[in-house]
């Protein structure tokens, strides 16, 4: 029997848990933007897991911290390793509680990041995004459009990282009201609007400045 759905209606938690609790001889795959992953079941427990590049505790550790994609559950699979030695539970509580204060520490963070461009005078508004184009910090308005933003971003830098520099990380756009500024920072997107008065470049090294300083 072969399950299918999609990590949005069911969380791997839950999967991982339903096989571990009914003592399945099962594989699930799970396929997301991050990569594609593999969990073993037998005898009530994880076996084995991989997420490249990782194999073991890591690889379920990484695979509980996807938020979307598509999981495939298929019986009577056997693993072909036996990567995992500790109980299910333990495994999946500590990846959890890890989780959990990650993203305590990133909320922090970003909170952070957005005060201070906040409190920039040449900045309009800005925004803090991930790359889906989904608002982490600050206001969704016209002039900076979340998705349009993420969008932009992720074709500018497909073509700049294949042609020219594979560690591009910020770039800027000009228009007749002023300045749209697009920088990555730990795995966000920083989105600012400023006005025409601003020197492009000595922008983007002044904030960068800034952002060193948080890091």
Same mark, same amino acid.
């Given at each position: 029997m072969?399950?299918?759905?999609?990590l949005k209606?069911?969380?791997?938690?839950?999967i991982?848990?339903?096989n571990?609790?009914?003592?399945?001889?099962?594989k699930?795959t799970v396929i997301?933007h991050?990569?594609?992953g593999?969990l073993?079941f037998?005898d009530?427990q994880?076996v084995?897991a991989?997420?490249s590049?990782y194999i073991g505790?890591k690889?379920?550790?990484e695979?509980l911290?996807?938020t979307d994609?598509?999981?495939k559950?298929e019986?009577?699979?056997?693993?072909p390793a036996?990567?995992?030695k500790? @109980?299910w =539970? !333990?495994?999946?509580?500590?990846? %959890?509680?890890?989780l959990?204060e +990650?993203?305590?520490?990133?909320?922090s963070i970003?909170?952070k990041v957005?005060?201070?461009?906040?409190g920039?005078?040449?900045?309009?508004?800005?925004?803090?995004?991930?790359f889906?184009?989904k608002?982490?910090?600050?206001k969704?308005n016209? @002039?900076? =459009? !979340?998705v349009l933003i993420?969008? %932009?971003w992720?074709?500018?830098? +497909?073509i700049l990282t294949h042609?020219?520099?594979?560690?591009?990380?910020y770039?800027?756009f000009?228009?007749?009201?002023?300045?749209?500024f697009?920088?990555e920072?730990?795995?966000t997107?920083?989105?600012?609007q400023t006005?025409?008065?601003?020197v492009?470049?000595?922008?983007?090294?002044?904030?960068?400045?800034?952002l060193?300083g948080i890091?």
């Open positions: 072969v399950l299918v759905g999609n209606d069911l969380r791997l938690a839950n991982i848990q339903l571990c609790m009914e003592r399945n001889v099962a699930v997301s991050e990569g594609t593999f073993y037998a009530g994880i084995h991989e997420f590049p505790e690889a379920v550790y695979m911290s996807l994609g598509q999981f559950v019986a009577s699979i056997q693993s036996h990567s995992i500790r @109980p =539970n !333990s495994v999946v509580l500590d990846s %959890l509680r890890e959990d +990650k993203n305590q520490q990133a909320t970003h909170k957005f005060s201070t461009l906040a920039q005078k040449s900045i309009k508004s800005s925004q803090v995004l991930d889906k184009g608002l982490i910090e600050g969704e016209e @002039p900076l =459009n !979340s993420a969008f %932009l992720y074709k500018m830098k +497909k042609f020219y520099d594979e560690n591009f990380r770039t800027y000009r228009s007749n009201q002023g300045y749209l697009m920088i920072f730990r795995a997107l920083l989105a600012m006005d025409l008065n601003v492009a470049e000595d922008f983007i090294r002044h904030i960068i400045k800034i060193r890091e």
